[in-house]
């Protein structure tokens, strides 16, 4: 079994500031994928980055990038220059490779952008 | 992006009674889908993972009699919430993912569907 853990419930950050949600994971695969979803208010579950776990390379998508250590198996995500629109709820998510796999998410951590 | 649509974003519905709430995949086609309950300030639970053309997967726990799921083309799944409860009152969300392999990485999520019971 998989299982993903995000230990922060809750964060703050000031506007233009940088901030980093941990998660870690766990899975007996040798290939697989991470993800970080967002949730804003509205609930739309949003695609906030990706990594295939054969790539050592570190994820990045304009302010997201992540952290991915794979011998310690974590996925800490950091948001620069955090703005107001970034306050959502943020689930780390682990996906296998097969064609129909499921993702495993993490319990989320709130994230609340102030001014 | 692809896009997942869900219908209806909110429903009530008196106690006893069934819901239908359906997951259109508008620009792919989708062979599997998968359907997750939210409660409030909690992640998401997976309850069954719908594969056209047969039988639903359930997870461990959910009740697939009462949770009828139905995926009878490559666009649309259905969850029906038969003889609802009051406790059946959640969130729920679908997602889907385009093709296989590579494509099959990311899931594309509809609005969610907010379940009262009264």
């Known amino acids: 079994a998989q299982t993903v853990t995000q230990s922060q419930p809750e964060m703050s950050v000031q506007e233009a500031e940088t901030v980093t949600l941990s998660c870690t994971y766990d899975?007996?695969?040798?290939?697989?994928?991470l993800f970080w979803y967002k949730q804003p208010p509205s609930r739309q579950m949003i695609l906030v980055i990706r990594?295939?776990?054969?790539?050592?390379q570190n994820a990045t998508e304009n302010r997201f990038s992540v952290n991915f250590q794979k011998a310690a198996k974590s996925f800490s995500l950091k948001i620069s220059d955090s703005q107001l629109g970034d306050t959502a709820m943020y689930f780390c998510?682990?996906?296998?490779?097969?064609?129909?796999?499921?993702?495993?998410f993490g319990t989320g951590t709130r994230l609340q952008v102030t001014l | 992006g692809a896009v997942v649509s869900q219908h209806p974003s909110w429903v009530i519905c008196k106690s006893g009674t069934s819901v239908k709430i359906e997951c259109r995949s508008l620009?792919?086609?989708?062979?599997?889908m998968f359907w997750y309950r939210q409660f409030p300030k909690q992640s998401l639970m997976l309850m069954a993972t719908?594969?056209?053309?047969?039988?639903?997967?359930?997870e461990q726990g959910v009740e697939k009699d009462k949770f009828l799921i139905n995926h009878a083309s490559l666009t649309l799944s259905t969850l029906t919430v038969t003889s609802a409860h009051p406790e059946d009152s959640s969130f729920y969300i679908c997602?889907?993912?385009?093709?296989?392999?590579?494509?099959?990485?990311?899931?594309?999520f509809g609005q969610g569907t907010r379940l009262t019971v009264v």
């Open positions: 719908s594969n056209e053309g047969s039988k639903a997967t359930y």
């Open positions: 899975t007996s695969e040798s290939n697989y994928y």
């Open positions: 997602s889907a993912s385009r093709g296989q392999g590579v494509l099959n990485t990311e899931a594309f």
């Open positions: 998510a682990l996906k296998n490779t097969g064609t129909a796999s499921k993702l495993t």
């Open positions: 990594q295939e776990a054969y790539k050592q």
């Open positions: 620009d792919f086609q989708a062979t599997t």
